[in-house]
């Protein structure tokens, strides 16, 4: 299926009562073309599932977004904990060409826009850096970080970083909302809103064998830290699965797959989850 061929996706959605919109590039890595790469997949792509949904009269549609829709807002509130009031900066990721955050902001946006004016319903996840188990032969952009991080990389993502999320629970979280009417709006999904250097700390202590390099404690300037930032996904009855399990399971997948130790770091331009 294509998101910019309407027709495959109209296909794909026929006879659905539910459609979950989980497809989005995700580059971390220097864009050449951000409006092929980037924007035109994520926010055609979304108003193609949007329209093809809404003509076929599914009941609900969840999007899944990204806390790179969330953040980085650097005029965010000091005292105030990021939460889905929360939009990226649109304008400040433009200076810095961090497309993919602008990519999913206004993707989601652009889903929000089109719920409301067609009646559409329409509920959306915003997950953090996904991780855990993986089935596909590639690795994701999340899974891409913690391998460059085990290799020895000292890039914090100072501005793309908000927390993890076992890749079990965003596929539950997904499930949750799309079953419980009450749910609405946007949901963070992390299992704690944390820095990229309290990740490594843990990556480290957990895997002393590997060159885990010492990052700063705050990486992410002016983010708070909150453990139990996705309330909205916990009142639904999710039980997040904690930062240390996330990493072994992620990185007993990679040795599994023998690729822990590879020499060869891939490019980070791989779906997010």
């Given at each position: 299926?294509?998101?910019?061929?309407?027709?495959?996706?109209?296909?794909?959605?026929?006879?659905?009562?539910?459609?979950?919109?989980?497809?989005?590039?995700?580059?971390?890595?220097?864009?050449?073309?951000?409006?092929?790469?980037?924007?035109?997949?994520?926010?055609?792509?979304?108003?193609?599932?949007?329209?093809?949904?809404?003509?076929?009269?599914?009941?609900?549609?969840?999007?899944?977004?990204?806390?790179?829709?969330?953040?980085?807002?650097?005029?965010?509130?000091?005292?105030?904990?990021?939460?889905?009031?929360?939009?990226?900066?649109?304008?400040?990721?433009?200076?810095?060409?961090?497309?993919?955050?602008?990519?999913?902001?206004?993707?989601?946006?652009?889903?929000?826009?089109?719920?409301?004016?067609?009646?559409?319903?329409?509920?959306?996840?915003?997950?953090?850096?996904?991780?855990?188990?993986?089935?596909?032969?590639?690795?994701?952009?999340?899974?891409?970080?913690?391998?460059?991080?085990?290799?020895?990389?000292?890039?914090?993502?100072?501005?793309?970083?908000?927390?993890?999320?076992?890749?079990?629970?965003?596929?539950?979280?997904?499930?949750?909302?799309?079953?419980?009417?009450?749910?609405?709006?946007?949901?963070l999904c992390v299992e704690a809103i944390s820095h990229y250097g309290?990740?490594?700390?843990?990556?480290?202590?957990?895997?002393?064998?590997?060159?885990?390099p010492r990052l700063p404690k705050d990486t992410q300037p002016g983010?708070?830290?909150?453990?139990?930032?996705?309330?909205?996904?916990?009142?639904?009855?999710?039980?997040?699965?904690?930062?240390?399990?996330?990493?072994?399971?992620?990185?007993?997948?990679?040795?599994?797959?023998?690729?822990?130790?590879?020499?060869?770091?891939?490019?980070?331009?791989?779906?997010?989850?």
């Amino acid at each position: 299926m294509d998101l910019l061929d309407y027709a495959s996706i109209f296909a794909a959605v026929k006879g659905a009562v539910g459609v979950f919109h989980v497809a989005s590039p995700c580059i971390v890595d220097e864009v050449k073309d951000p409006e092929k790469e980037l924007l035109a997949p994520a926010i055609q792509g979304t108003k193609n599932v949007l329209t093809a949904a809404k003509e076929l009269g599914v009941r609900r549609v969840v999007v899944t977004s990204s806390t790179a829709a969330i953040t980085p807002r650097p005029n965010w509130s000091a005292d105030v904990i990021k939460n889905e009031d929360c939009w990226t900066d649109e304008e400040y990721c433009k200076k810095k060409g961090l497309w993919y955050p602008i990519s999913k902001t206004l993707a989601e946006k652009a889903a929000w826009e089109f719920a409301k004016e067609k009646g559409l319903d329409v509920v959306v996840v915003n997950p953090g850096f996904v991780m855990g188990p993986f089935l596909p032969p590639g690795l994701s952009a999340s899974t891409v970080v913690l391998l460059r991080l085990i290799k020895g990389c000292t890039e914090t993502y100072e501005d793309i970083f908000m927390g993890s999320i076992h890749v079990r629970d965003v596929a539950l979280a997904h499930i949750l909302v799309y079953e419980n009417t009450s749910a609405t709006g946007r949901h963070l999904c992390v299992e704690a809103i944390s820095h990229y250097g309290d990740f490594a700390a843990k990556v480290a202590e957990l895997y002393p064998e590997y060159n885990i390099p010492r990052l700063p404690k705050d990486t992410q300037p002016g983010l708070l830290r909150a453990k139990n930032a996705s309330k909205k996904l916990m009142d639904l009855g999710l039980q997040f699965i904690p930062m240390e399990q996330i990493i072994r399971d992620a990185v007993d997948c990679l040795k599994s797959k023998d690729l822990s130790s590879k020499q060869k770091l891939p490019s980070a331009s791989l779906p997010l989850s």
